[in-house]
């Protein structure tokens, strides 16, 4: 089972790599609506979706593409209060994937699943750059790259520094690979931070040692 925090820039190649890699049960977590004006890097929505909740507009989606594939929605908008008791219902074979543009959030979904035992994955990307890190218990997580969240005038919302749609693209579909890599026998990926520039397109992986 793959959960899906966000479902913007980062959320809908997501969900695509993970329908054609055959994912079977999908958690879709966002409480926003489709907007016209992001549709360039958010792929999964077309134009007469404006104004419609992403988890359901992404559920058709879904449902038109593999009938078959199980799909639960949550609309809302998570808080850190709310992680310990969604991770509480997740099945063990469960993987969270955090796409949300927010910093906060992916420092409490780091560490909401490592308390939990819980494989994640958390991407981030803005302008032509992104990232990815597989975190699981043992290996360097977020906080041993990032230490804490930033100001938030050192890191702009995506509206206002903006997007390349396939940066986003890629790194939506790098994060479902590690997700995978992360589910492995024996599991890969976990600390591992991959970074790319799509101006040079010179990926980059640095491997950090567990600060605790």
Known sequence: MLVLIGLGGLGCPVLLSSLVSGVQRLLLVDGDTVSTSNLQRQV???????????????????????????VTC???????????????????????????????????????????????VIGGVVQW???????????ACYRCYFEEPPDSRLAPACETVGVLGPAAG??????????????????????????VDLRSFH??????????
């Open 44 to 70: 999964l929505y077309r134009g007469a979706s404006e104004g419609q909740p992403k988890v359901l507009a992404a559920r058709r989606f879904i449902c038109a593409r593999n009938p078959t594939t199980k």
């Open 74 to 120: 949550m609309e809302q908008h998570l808080t850190e209060a709310d992680l310990p008791s969604l991770l509480a219902t997740l099945p063990t074979n469960a993987v969270v994937l955090e796409c949300s543009d927010t910093p906060t959030m992916k420092f409490a979904v780091n560490d909401a699943c490592l308390a939990a035992g819980i494989p994640a």
């Open 129 to 139: 750059s992104g990232t990815v890190l597989g975190v699981s218990p043992g290996q």
């Open 170 to 195: 890629l790194m939506g579909g790098w994060m479902t690979g590690v997700a995978w890599g992360l589910r492995a026998d024996p599991p890969s990926h976990a600390g591992k931070l991959h970074a």
């Open 203 to 212: 990926p980059r992986m640095l491997r950090a040692p567990p600060r605790v």
